[in-house]
């Protein structure tokens, strides 16, 4: 029997560690750091997930089979290559290859040169070149933090006032740390939003079916980005032909143009892109499972995935391994008040168990934390309720549902996950 680590303390990780949890080969999950959900087969480590020498020391320690990486930054700060000069197995991209997300420059330059459909674009390290390129090309006009942001460090600006808040914010205030050192500055797309994921072993890559995210908080897409709050799998608008597109000019150039830097890709490649008809251009590359998306994808996977994930690190991912259940995955995220700017920890959160009775309902905690036995927000994104449907209609009453039993103060979601026009 196999023991797993996933490194991560989200949703997306929960997720994961949920359904390596269900794998008849797998006897023990640990998440490090985890939260407030883990139970029964899944136990948090305290090790936080940028902790390079801890988590190697945990995974010799206790011999574990096989490591996820969940949470970007781990990548970046080089634990998938500590493990593999330990000769440790482990899942997920290289601080070479974590490239194509850690820098947004990094990657828009690879697709330039790749030929891979995407934006127009500058990248500057001065504000005012970069102001002033971007009052050339109109509005709106979209502002990038060059670095890991957690999601939010993408500015859709409207007007020259937005333009100076957004580059004062990322280039002089430096709310997003170094990352802001520079900025990508892309002409905005229009269409819809589509999630693409596909799993590389280096040589070979499967795709998984195309999911939505909701980025903006509020419902109707207003107000800022956040890391996402809810998404649905799959995007029934988006026909075979479009999906090939997408695996020949788009997933394999750019996992082409990595190995060819020497930045090979061994893990999940997330592009999310903007489909406008017939045409289809990258928002930006992500080296990582989404966070909300993962939270479907796992409820629609039909497959083990401790298996897959396994073959994937060792270079014989195979097709065959991986299914998909037929009907619909949605999750609705539920928010702490103030989220994504300031948000105050330690609400008491109650009926998360009433809900989670309800028929086809799976919780995935993401900010939470137990405290003398009281659940308690931790977090900006507190849960993900997801559920399934033979129908969207289906899931997404069920989830809604299971929505209306759990409370804390202040707690915000959207109302209209998966109802975008079609």
Same mark, same amino acid.
């Given at each position: 029997?196999?023991? +797993?680590?996933?490194?991560?303390?989200?949703?997306?990780?929960?997720?994961?560690?949920?359904?390596?949890? @269900?794998?008849?080969?797998?006897?023990?999950?640990?998440?490090? !750091?985890?939260?407030?959900?883990?139970?029964?087969?899944?136990?948090?480590?305290?090790?936080?997930?940028?902790?390079?020498?801890?988590?190697?020391?945990?995974?010799?320690?206790?011999?574990?089979?096989?490591?996820?990486?969940?949470? =970007?930054?781990?990548?970046?700060?080089?634990?998938?290559?500590?493990?593999?000069?330990?000769?440790?197995?482990?899942?997920?991209?290289?601080?070479?290859?974590?490239?194509?997300?850690?820098?947004?420059?990094?990657?828009?330059?690879?697709?330039?040169?790749? /030929?891979?459909? +995407?934006?127009?674009?500058?990248?500057?390290?001065?504000?005012?070149?970069?102001?002033?390129?971007?009052?050339?090309?109109?509005?709106?006009?979209?502002?990038?933090?060059?670095?890991?942001?957690?999601?939010?460090?993408?500015?859709?600006? /409207?007007?020259?006032?937005?333009?100076?808040?957004?580059?004062?914010?990322?280039?002089?205030?430096?709310?997003?740390?170094?990352?802001?050192?520079?900025?990508?500055?892309?002409?905005?797309?229009?269409?819809?939003?589509?999630?693409?994921?596909?799993?590389? %072993?280096?040589?070979?890559?499967?795709?998984?079916?195309?999911?939505?995210?909701?980025?903006?908080?509020?419902?109707?897409?207003?107000?800022?980005?956040? $890391?996402?709050?809810?998404?649905?799998?799959?995007?029934?608008?988006?026909?075979? %032909?479009?999906? /090939?597109?997408?695996?020949?000019?788009?997933?394999?150039?750019?996992?082409?143009?990595?190995?060819?830097?020497?930045?090979?890709?061994?893990?999940?490649?997330? !592009? $999310?892109?903007?489909?406008?008809?017939? =045409?289809?251009?990258?928002?930006?590359?992500?080296?990582?499972?989404?966070?909300?998306?993962?939270?479907?994808?796992?409820?629609? @996977?039909?497959? %083990?995935?401790?298996?897959?994930?396994?073959?994937?690190?060792?270079?014989? @991912?195979?097709?065959?391994?991986? /299914?998909?259940?037929?009907?619909?995955?949605?999750?609705?995220?539920?928010?702490?008040?103030?989220?994504?700017?300031?948000?105050?920890?330690?609400? !008491?959160?109650?009926?998360?168990? %009433?809900?989670?009775?309800?028929?086809?309902?799976?919780?995935?905690?993401?900010? +939470?934390?137990?405290?003398?036995?009281?659940?308690?927000?931790?977090?900006?994104?507190?849960?993900?309720? +997801?559920?399934?449907?033979?129908?969207?209609? =289906?899931? @997404?009453?069920?989830?809604?549902?299971?929505?209306?039993?759990?409370?804390?103060?202040?707690?915000?979601?959207?109302?209209?996950?998966?109802?975008?026009?079609?």
């Amino acid at each position: 029997m196999a023991t +797993t680590l996933v490194i991560g303390n989200g949703g997306r990780e929960q997720a994961l560690a949920w359904k390596l949890s @269900l794998s008849p080969s797998v006897e023990k999950v640990y998440v490090a !750091p985890g939260n407030g959900g883990s139970k029964g087969k899944i136990e948090n480590v305290d090790i936080g997930f940028e902790d390079v020498i801890n988590l190697v020391k945990f995974a010799k320690e206790n011999n574990i089979d096989l490591t996820v990486i969940g949470q =970007e930054s781990a990548s970046e700060a080089g634990v998938v290559d500590a493990f593999n000069e330990e000769g440790l197995t482990i899942f997920g991209p290289d601080k070479a290859a974590i490239k194509i997300e850690s820098s947004k420059a990094f990657s828009k330059d690879l697709m330039k040169s790749e /030929n891979i459909p +995407t934006a127009e674009y500058r990248n500057f390290t001065d504000s005012q070149e970069a102001k002033k390129y971007a009052l050339s090309r109109g509005f709106p006009i979209v502002i990038k933090a060059d670095g890991l942001a957690g999601g939010k460090g993408v500015i859709i600006a /409207n007007n020259e006032e937005e333009i100076d808040k957004a580059l004062d914010q990322i280039m002089i205030k430096k709310i997003f740390g170094l990352s802001g050192d520079k900025v990508v500055i892309e002409d905005f797309l229009r269409g819809k939003e589509a999630s693409m994921h596909a799993l590389s %072993d280096g040589t070979n890559t499967v795709l998984f079916p195309p999911s939505q995210d909701h980025k903006q908080i509020f419902d109707n897409d207003q107000g800022p980005n956040t $890391g996402g709050m809810g998404a649905y799998a799959p995007v029934n608008w988006m026909d075979e %032909d479009q999906l /090939n597109y997408v695996k020949e000019h788009i997933v394999e150039p750019a996992l082409k143009g990595l190995k060819d830097r020497d930045r090979e890709f061994i893990g999940c490649l997330y !592009p $999310g892109l903007m489909v406008k008809q017939d =045409e289809i251009k990258v928002v930006e590359f992500n080296g990582r499972f989404g966070d909300p998306e993962t939270e479907v994808y796992m409820r629609l @996977l039909d497959g %083990d995935l401790y298996e897959i994930l396994l073959a994937c690190a060792k270079g014989n @991912l195979d097709s065959s391994m991986i /299914n998909w259940k037929s009907g619909y995955a949605v999750t609705v995220v539920l928010a702490s008040p103030g989220y994504p700017g300031k948000y105050d920890k330690g609400l !008491p959160i109650s009926g998360v168990s %009433d809900a989670e009775k309800l028929e086809d309902i799976v919780i995935f905690h993401a900010g +939470t934390e137990i405290k003398d036995g009281q659940l308690l927000t931790a977090g900006g994104r507190v849960l993900n309720v +997801t559920s399934t449907g033979e129908t969207m209609d =289906e899931a @997404l009453a069920k989830v809604y549902k299971a929505v209306d039993l759990i409370k804390f103060d202040g707690m915000q979601y959207r109302t209209d996950i998966g109802k975008r026009p079609q």
